[in-house]
């Protein structure tokens, strides 16, 4: 691969997890400047001359996360203009971006994951309740269409549930499910397409010193443990590994992605709970710490992915 490559390195937008996609593209930008890649440049959606930007690339690195990156819009566009990118297509982003429709698929394909339910646009305390019973108490509270655990709630009554909703709604997110809450461990596991093969990275556990792993969990160091490779017997490394790969083909991922999941305390039952198609890329993100795990550090996984966009079939859903 040429050392002349000019890469674009997309970071940022408009989402809501845009600091941290822009801490993500820094330290991609830096490993590739350091590994001689001297024309790479950062790209942002927001700068005025973004689609210059991108015309001029020979490859372009995504590194956005949440809406208008990982749900594969920007996929599209350069899939049009038949322009090299890393990482999955259009239809593995956009089902991995929708908890709606991936969980509807997991459900198809058999792989556990919690129970839930859409909620209406107009919900009355009387239809919470009965989902309640449904469900149980507590439980979550999630915004379909958003990454890194934004927006997502505990649960525990129904007017915290009220209270929640109207103020998800006035921030502006829009489409809302509510997901049974499993006593579990947190784990995370990366997974990274080399050439041809399907490699699984070591498992991650994470221990979070809040309620759970949200968002402000996954960006205070303060506030997480991680544990890699998590301390499981071989059955339960072997099933959740299996897990991943499985959620990997089903939704059709290309180069790399990350699923986590809950491993339920009382039957240890790993259960999916979503997928990153493009994980966080700081210096101890999830991935990362995972492919430290395998004896692959910063610099060689950035060009495990960058080798991702040269290597990719030439029809990719």
Do not use: W
């Amino acid at each position: 691969m040429s050392k002349e490559l000019k890469i674009a390195v997309v970071s940022g937008g408009k989402s809501r997890e845009r600091p941290g996609s822009l801490i993500s593209g820094k330290a991609v930008y830096d490993s590739l400047i350091k590994q001689g890649y001297r024309n790479s440049y950062l790209a942002d959606p927001l700068e005025k001359n973004f689609i210059n930007n991108l015309d001029r690339a020979d490859v372009v690195f995504i590194v956005l996360h949440g809406r208008y990156g990982e749900d594969g819009k920007i996929q599209g566009y350069l899939e049009t203009v038949g322009k090299p990118y890393v990482g999955s297509g259009v239809l593995s982003s956009a089902l991995g971006m929708d908890k709606n429709y991936f969980k509807i698929l997991l459900g198809t394909a058999g792989i556990p994951t919690p129970r839930f339910e859409v909620l209406p646009d107009k919900l009355s305390v009387h239809k919470f309740t009965k989902i309640m019973k449904r469900l149980g108490i507590p439980l979550f509270l999630k915004p379909i269409s958003e990454g890194g655990s934004l927006g997502s709630n505990v649960i525990h009554t129904s007017e915290q549930f009220i209270n929640n909703f109207k103020e998800f709604k006035r921030q502006g997110f829009d489409r809302f499910l509510v997901e049974e809450y499993i006593t579990g461990r947190s784990l995370t596991v990366g997974v990274l397409q080399r050439k041809s093969k399907i490699v699984v990275l070591p498992i991650l556990e994470t221990i979070s010193k809040k309620e759970f792993y949200d968002y402000e969990a996954k960006h205070d160091s303060k506030l997480h443990e991680y544990r890699c490779p998590a301390s499981l017997n071989r059955v339960t490394t072997k099933r959740v590994k299996d897990l991943a790969r499985k959620v990997f083909e089903l939704i059709g991922c290309y180069g790399f992605n990350r699923v986590d999941f809950i491993l339920d305390n009382k039957t240890n039952i790993p259960f999916v709970l979503e997928v990153n198609t493009i994980p966080g890329m700081s210096l101890h993100s999830n991935m990362v710490t995972s492919a430290n795990a395998a004896g692959i550090d910063y610099d060689q996984l950035v060009i495990e992915m960058l080798n991702t966009a040269f290597n990719r079939p030439r029809y990719l859903p």
